[in-house]
């Protein structure tokens, strides 16, 4: 038989026949992107009114609570299941000891109270890390250059706790300590805080993709070093699985990767060893790598976000964080 030929069914098999029509291509459709599976995260400040640009990323915005609260209102108009709060924090309240982060009363836990009072309905996704807080920059506390792994979680847990008293539904520790999640769960049922979920960033890779969310919070400046001494590295798939785990033993009800776009492949390893909730962070470089090509004219923004978020569903997630979901939940509604 000629080498050319696609395969031995030619011309009885042709591929073609079910991509002809759109109808047919609607029917043979293996993958769905839906609004049920996005999670906004969102950037918030001190101050009323106040509304921020963030010059690595096009049309994304610090908000002051009041008009996070109106946003949140519109994201839940448009069908989006969950919210992800990062607070920016002023310079005057970063200390070496990260203090801050345990303050009831600190702008994310005030944050979260009033949206809850406003959109009682949507869940609330609370990051647990010392970064915003922490004038070295990073996830937890540091001695003599190193980040201290049991003390960083014992202020974690106390964190969490005082986030889920707030009315954070989902305590999202994106910290990479050893342990922390065992010692979240403890901490929360101990504080009769049993139903709050825990959702695990336990691939979470040492990635330069995240420069443009540091620029959002404020960490870059304060950042000493980088943060391979607790994030994974990007070469390692079977150490993905291990972290995985571990946070599953430990208590984690939904696991994340991160970031996306380039770990399609840890994602799609996770789902098949673990059949559990796995989400996926489409991170700030990678919301902002697709609208810089955008506003050059160089992609399409609506086709290459809607494709590139169906690439994170082909390769097993089930919900993603993404700059972009009231966007793409407009279009999805429109189509
Ligand atoms: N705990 C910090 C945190 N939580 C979410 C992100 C990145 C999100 C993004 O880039 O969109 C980071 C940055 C980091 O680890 O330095
Ligand atoms: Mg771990």
Not at 183 to 208: E, F, M
């Amino acid at each position: 038989m000629p080498a050319f030929l696609p395969h031995a069914d030619f011309p009885y098999t042709r591929m073609r026949r079910n991509r002809r029509h759109e109808w047919s291509r609607r029917l043979v459709s293996e993958n769905r992107l839906s609004v049920d599976d996005l999670i906004w995260p969102l950037f918030v400040i001190e101050g009323t009114n106040l509304r921020q640009p963030i010059t690595s990323m096009p049309g994304v915005e610090r908000l002051s609570i009041d008009l996070l609260v109106e946003a949140v209102r519109g994201a839940h108009d448009l069908g989006i299941p969950a919210i992800a709060l990062f607070p920016s924090v002023e310079a005057s309240l970063k200390t070496p000891d990260a203090r801050e982060a345990t303050n009831p009363d600190n702008l994310v836990c005030r944050a979260v109270r009033a949206v809850k009072k406003a959109v009682p309905d949507i869940g609330i996704v609370c990051d647990v890390a010392l970064d915003p807080f922490n004038s070295d920059g990073h996830d937890g506390l540091v001695a003599d250059g190193y980040v201290l792994n049991d003390e960083t979680v014992e202020i974690l847990v106390r964190m969490a706790v005082v986030q889920a008293e707030a009315g954070c539904d989902v305590v999202a520790p994106s910290d990479m300590m050893d342990g922390r999640i065992r010692a979240l769960r403890a901490g929360l049922d101990q504080a009769d805080l049993d139903h709050v979920q825990i959702l695990s960033y336990a691939a979470k890779y040492a990635s330069a993709f995240y420069g443009p969310f540091r620029d959002a919070v404020g960490s870059n400046g304060a950042l000493k070093g980088d943060k391979k001494n607790y994030q994974m590295d990007a070469a390692n798939t079977e150490e993905a699985l291990r972290e995985v785990a571990l946070d599953l033993q430990e208590g984690a009800d939904m696991v994340m990767v991160k970031p996306g776009l380039p770990y399609l492949d840890v994602i799609r390893r996770v789902k098949d060893a673990f059949g559990v909730p796995t989400f996926a962070y489409q991170v700030s470089g990678e919301y902002a790598m697709l609208k810089a090509a955008a506003q050059n004219g160089w992609l399409d923004w609506e086709k290459v976000i809607v494709e590139s978020l169906i690439g994170f569903k082909r390769a097993g997630a089930d919900a993603i964080l993404t700059y972009t979901a009231p966007e793409v939940a407009r279009l999805l509604g429109k189509r």
